[in-house]
Antibody, heavy 124, light 110 residues
């Protein structure tokens, strides 16, 4: 059964870089049926898709975050990662990693499964 | 890209049916049958309950159903139960090969 688990610092200072890793178990990140995604949820607010990546390196980003975000995949470790640069308080959120179903090249659909999420607070 | 539009809240009594709408554009909901719905209980990650407009994952109650007409998708919950009280989110693929969520709807079971 595919499972995902986020890891990374829970506290990041303003203007610094947020880095998170998602460890995949129960299947391989090279599974052609999936992209791998990051989604965040500020406290008390809704979900925001951040980015998705295919194991061969194809990436898609939320246009509103694209200039500050990098998603990457390490198939040898069965992990994928997120970096957000120049963080501010508005980047405070629970960050989720998720499987993102691949319908065709450059076409995706649902998110499943999801990790449990990790709270990242941006504060000095 | 703009978030999909959902009502902030809906309510219903046990046993009743409710419908949650999710409105987008021809660039997302209207252009593709790749709409999904998620249920989120407090403190938990979202749970997929509908995929590709009207398909239920294994283990999801048949009281949940999805549909789409034009640029608007909808989630119907029939036979409301107290355990259905949660936040619900829609999501769609877009013509830019990105994904977008709705703002979320809080369901209260009175």
């Amino acid at each position: 059964q595919l499972q995902l688990q986020e890891s990374g610092p829970g506290l990041v200072k303003p203007s610094e870089t947020l880095s998170l890793t998602c460890s995949v178990s129960g299947d391989s990140t090279t599974n052609a049926s999936y992209y791998w995604a990051w989604i965040r949820q500020p406290p008390g607010k809704g979900l925001e898709w951040i980015a998705s990546i295919y194991y061969r390196g194809t990436t898609y980003y939320n246009p509103s975050l694209k200039s500050r975000v990098t998603i990457s995949v390490d198939t040898s470790k069965n992990q994928f990662a997120l970096r957000v640069t120049s963080v501010t308080a508005s980047d405070t959120a629970v960050y989720y990693c998720a499987g993102h179903s691949r319908k065709a090249p450059a076409v995706t659909s649902w998110f499943d499964p999801w990790g449990q999420g990790t709270l990242v607070t941006v504060s000095s | 890209q703009s978030a999909l539009t959902q009502p902030a809240s809906v309510s219903g009594s046990p046993g009743q049916s409710i419908i949650i709408s999710c409105t987008g554009s021809t660039s997302d909901i209207g252009g593709y049958n790749y709409v999904s719905w998620y249920q989120q209980q407090p403190g938990k990650p979202p749970k997929l309950i509908i995929f590709d407009v009207n398909n239920r994952p294994s283990g999801v109650s048949n009281r949940f159903s999805g549909a789409k007409s034009g640029n608007t998708a909808s989630l119907t919950i029939s036979g409301l139960q107290t355990e259905d009280e949660a936040d619900y989110y829609c999501s769609s693929f877009t013509s830019y090969s990105t994904s977008v969520f709705g703002g979320g709807t809080k369901l209260t079971v009175l």
